[in-house]
């Protein structure tokens, strides 16, 4: 599932998802340690998920993982070798949040590929709007 959302609107899809499941704590995948990623890193593991960070900043990704006790990988989040040592197969959700927005849409595919796991991506651009339906 791919959405475009602002992040107050990207936490409130998140729980309730997870409400609607029944079940408390889910293995989540962030690729992005920006503003936005730092953010759901933050609240996600504060509320006792299995939260794996993916950047390609080292810097970044050791931060964040130190400061908020998360798994942290440095690599490219669209590789199925990186997504594979983040165990996106048990992954419950993966939400994709670079600064590229054909990024964060190949992340999703291939995680929708490579697992059974809802997914999210950050898409700014207006026209990608005009393409979300799929017949």
């Known amino acids: 599932m791919v ?4 992040l107050a609107g990207l936490y409130y ?3 309730n998802a997870f409400a609607l499941k029944g079940e408390n704590m889910k293995q989540i995948i962030i690729v992005g340690c920006g503003k936005v990623g730092t ?3 933050a609240q996600l593991s ?4 299995l939260v794996t960070v993916i950047d390609t900043d080292s ?3 050791r931060n964040v993982s130190n400061t908020y006790d998360v798994m942290g990988i440095v690599g490219n989040g669209a590789s199925y070798q990186v997504l594979q ?6 992954a ?3 939400i994709a949040v670079t600064k590229s927005d054909e990024m964060n849409l190949l992340c999703c595919v291939i995680a929708k590929q490579a697992a059974d796991c809802h997914t999210i991506a950050r898409v700014r651009n207006p026209m990608y709007r005009e393409e979300r339906i799929y017949p």
């Open 85 to 90: 040592e983040a165990d996106i197969e048990h």
């Open 59 to 61: 810097i970044v990704v």
């Open 3 to 6: 959405l475009r959302c602002r």
């Open 39 to 41: 953010a759901l890193t």
């Open 92 to 94: 419950d959700l993966m």
């Open 13 to 15: 899809f998140t729980r």
């Open 46 to 49: 504060r509320e006792d998920n």
